[in-house]
């Protein structure tokens, strides 16, 4: 997912695929989340299961984005639902057969310290009351995160002032598309 008017950096083959949970209507969902090698992100989505099914879904949309190559390897943890995932997208040949699964779960601490700044967010407001809004402000919080990472074409990490002129700018437009609507 890339914010309107940004284009994809280039990403690393290598990526940590990882998920964290959140609590909706006082259940716990889980966010499944994609970092290349140098932590940026790659994708992101918002699951009611932790199953296969679920780490499948999740694979297939994080490699249909136009701007990722295929991975030569896949960083996971040891959860049982990634090795038949990556299996049957090699069998259907989404995935190519030389990408490497790697279940290691010291592998991974990049996007587990990554999962810190979402869920900072997420824990503050104290769990969602529906899985649309939260997947709604989700999405909001990692196009800021992937903002404050310097993921947006010309606006580098670090420059407070030109992310706050890249998000105005986005206002803006939507403020001004508003008026003429109204």
Request: proline share 0%; aromatic share 16%; glycine share 16%.
């Given at each position: 997912m890339h914010p309107r008017g940004a284009t994809a950096p280039t990403l690393r083959d290598s990526y940590r695929v990882d998920e964290t949970y959140v609590k909706i209507k006082s259940e716990w969902k889980y966010l499944y989340r994609a970092v290349d090698s140098t932590g940026q992100t790659i994708d992101f989505m918002l699951s009611a299961k932790r199953d296969a099914r679920a780490a499948k879904r999740f694979f297939r949309k994080m490699l249909k984005a136009a701007s990722h190559s295929s991975p030569r390897v896949i960083n996971v943890d040891k959860n049982p639902a990634y090795p038949p995932?990556?299996?049957q997208l090699k069998e259907e040949g989404t995935l190519p057969n030389r990408t490497q699964l790697r279940q290691c779960k010291y592998l991974n601490n990049l996007i587990e310290q990554d999962h810190r700044f979402i869920k900072r967010?997420?824990?503050?407001?104290?769990?969602?009351?529906?899985?649309?809004t939260a997947g709604r402000t989700i999405k909001g919080y990692e196009a800021m995160q992937m903002v404050r990472k310097g993921q947006?074409?010309?606006v580098a990490k670090g420059d407070v002032e030109g992310q706050v002129r890249f998000v105005e700018s986005l206002f803006k437009v939507t403020a001004e598309g508003f008026r003429k609507t109204v």
């Open positions: 995932a990556v299996e967010r997420v824990n503050a407001g104290l769990g969602f009351f529906s899985f649309k947006i074409e010309g």
